[in-house]
């Protein structure tokens, strides 16, 4: 039996997937609502994660820290045996996130008034971190066909020529589900080169590829050392480690990762607090096995829902080369955004993501996580077939 099986209950653990509900939804009470919406996953991370923790929490104090050379070197050689990409440790700058980082690279980087683009459909801080940041941010739409994306690069060019100063790239794309390739990447490379676009590279989702794809860092491509290339890599979606708070950006260039320093400087910023870097190097120690199977047991589950959910009129799904997101397209139902959220929440109590918060490109969209034991899957789906029949 699968150490995935096992249902944890996260109610009442101050698990925003789980406690917000009422607050996210605008409802009163959420009670009956089965959260398949943000992307944390229901499962424990792996053991010796857990382990390194309370080896730590075993002493009592727990003053001013610091990332040893162990933990960079565990991020270093992870990368290394899972994806041949070759990290210099002393281009590692340490975030609390992600988002944060983003934020961070921003503010170093442009000034207020400048123009950041951005690829939608896409995760909802690409929009909001740099319009909170009073940067005018332009859209671009990816070509969609049948749920698949690609990129339109006449368009993207028409966008960097209005004086573009930051590109924020996802890859693997959230929540499209596509793992860009190589030409993809080398293209994108090409064009931030001739009008001098620095890259933000959310590369976030690089462990959670499925089989018959394949994760392309952006730093491994063609003419990537001529580019200013910024890349985002974290364990906390490939292990379930988000309230933990660990991210790295990866700076190959010194100018770049001075300035970015500096910054971190002005903002009082500290490294990795003193439990993030004993979970970082555990899971980058010992995570292999328990990725693995993982990545079987989501390929399973999205197997499962697809099958179940295209079986009812109206209802599309193609499934992720990449991340435990599934992209469903009800636009065949005939249904506007608010009727299904409506049937969905009211009738079948199930919490799904709007394609609209990823876009105007999202519309007619569910996103929908699946990263969570069989037995909850199973119960999204007839929860989301009772919304519709």
Same mark, same amino acid.
């Given at each position: 039996?699968?150490?995935?099986?096992?249902?944890?209950?996260?109610?009442?653990?101050?698990?925003?997937?789980?406690?917000?509900?009422?607050? +996210?939804?605008?409802?009163?009470?959420?009670?009956?609502?089965?959260?398949?919406?943000?992307?944390?996953?229901?499962?424990?991370?792996?053991?010796?994660?857990?382990? *390194?923790?309370?080896?730590?929490?075993?002493?009592?104090?727990? &003053?001013?820290?610091? =990332?040893?050379?162990?933990?960079?070197?565990?991020?270093?050689?992870?990368?290394?045996?899972?994806?041949?990409?070759?990290? $210099?440790?002393?281009?590692?700058?340490?975030?609390?996130?992600?988002?944060?980082?983003?934020?961070?690279?921003?503010?170093?980087?442009?000034?207020?008034?400048?123009? @950041? *683009? +951005?690829?939608?459909?896409?995760?909802?801080?690409?929009?909001? =971190?740099?319009?909170?940041?009073?940067?005018?941010?332009?859209?671009?739409?990816?070509?969609? $066909?049948?749920?698949?994306?690609?990129?339109?690069?006449?368009?993207?060019?028409?966008?960097?020529?209005? &004086? =573009?100063?930051?590109?924020?790239?996802?890859?693997?794309? $959230?929540?499209?589900?596509?793992?860009?390739?190589?030409?993809?990447?080398?293209?994108?490379?090409?064009?931030?080169?001739?009008?001098?676009?620095?890259?933000?590279?959310?590369?976030?989702?690089?462990?959670?590829?499925?089989?018959?794809?394949?994760?392309?860092?952006?730093?491994? @491509?063609?003419?990537?050392?001529?580019? $200013?290339?910024?890349?985002?890599?974290?364990?906390?979606?490939?292990?379930?480690?988000?309230?933990?708070?660990?991210?790295?950006?990866?700076?190959?260039?010194?100018?770049?990762?001075?300035?970015?320093?500096?910054?971190?400087?002005?903002?009082?910023?500290?490294?990795?607090?003193?439990?993030?870097?004993?979970?970082?190097?555990?899971?980058?120690?010992?995570?292999?096995?328990?990725?693995?199977?993982?990545?079987?047991?989501?390929?399973?589950?999205?197997?499962? @829902?697809?099958?179940?959910?295209?079986?009812?009129?109206?209802?599309?799904?193609?499934?992720?080369?990449?991340?435990?997101?599934?992209?469903?397209?009800?636009?065949?139902?005939?249904?506007?955004?608010?009727?299904?959220?409506?049937?969905?929440?009211?009738?079948?109590?199930?919490?799904?993501?709007?394609?609209?918060?990823?876009?105007?490109?999202?519309?007619?969209?569910?996103?929908?996580?699946? *990263?969570?034991?069989?037995?909850?899957?199973?119960?999204?789906?007839?929860?989301?077939?009772?919304?519709?029949?």
């Amino acid at each position: 039996m699968s150490i995935f099986n096992k249902v944890l209950e996260r109610k009442n653990t101050n698990s925003l997937k789980w406690d917000l509900m009422e607050k +996210i939804y605008g409802i009163e009470d959420a009670s009956e609502l089965l959260p398949m919406w943000v992307a944390d996953m229901d499962f424990a991370p792996p053991k010796e994660v857990v382990q *390194a923790i309370e080896k730590r929490l075993s002493h009592p104090i727990f &003053g001013y820290s610091y =990332v040893c050379d162990d933990c960079k070197g565990a991020i270093v050689d992870w990368f290394k045996r899972r994806h041949s990409l070759t990290i $210099n440790p002393e281009t590692i700058l340490f975030q609390q996130g992600v988002v944060p980082a983003i934020a961070s690279i921003i503010e170093t980087f442009t000034e207020p008034g400048d123009r @950041v *683009a +951005i690829s939608t459909p896409v995760y909802p801080p690409f929009f909001t =971190v740099p319009r909170n940041q009073k940067r005018e941010l332009i859209s671009c739409d990816l070509n969609e $066909n049948n749920g698949i994306y690609s990129y339109d690069f006449e368009a993207l060019e028409e966008v960097f020529k209005q &004086g =573009v100063k930051i590109y924020i790239l996802c890859n693997p794309h $959230n929540p499209g589900g596509i793992v860009w390739d190589r030409t993809t990447l080398e293209r994108l490379v090409e064009l931030c080169i001739q009008y001098d676009v620095l890259i933000i590279s959310d590369e976030i989702h690089a462990d959670i590829v499925l089989e018959g794809a394949k994760y392309t860092p952006l730093s491994t @491509v063609a003419r990537a050392d001529e580019a $200013n290339i910024l890349t985002l890599i974290a364990p906390t979606k490939t292990f379930n480690l988000a309230g933990i708070q660990a991210a790295v950006i990866v700076a190959p260039k010194d100018d770049l990762r001075l300035q970015l320093q500096q910054n971190e400087l002005a903002h009082g910023q500290i490294e990795l607090n003193v439990f993030a870097s004993p979970a970082v190097h555990a899971a980058y120690t010992y995570g292999d096995a328990w990725l693995d199977e993982l990545l079987d047991y989501l390929s399973t589950n999205m197997d499962y @829902v697809i099958r179940e959910l295209t079986s009812l009129q109206g209802i599309t799904i193609i499934k992720p080369q990449g991340t435990y997101l599934l992209w469903i397209d009800y636009r065949e139902t005939g249904l506007e955004e608010k009727e299904i959220m409506d049937k969905l929440l009211r009738i079948g109590k199930l919490a799904l993501e709007p394609g609209s918060k990823y876009g105007e490109a999202g519309q007619g969209f569910l996103r929908m996580n699946v *990263a969570c034991p069989f037995d909850t899957v199973k119960e999204g789906v007839e929860r989301f077939k009772k919304a519709l029949q």
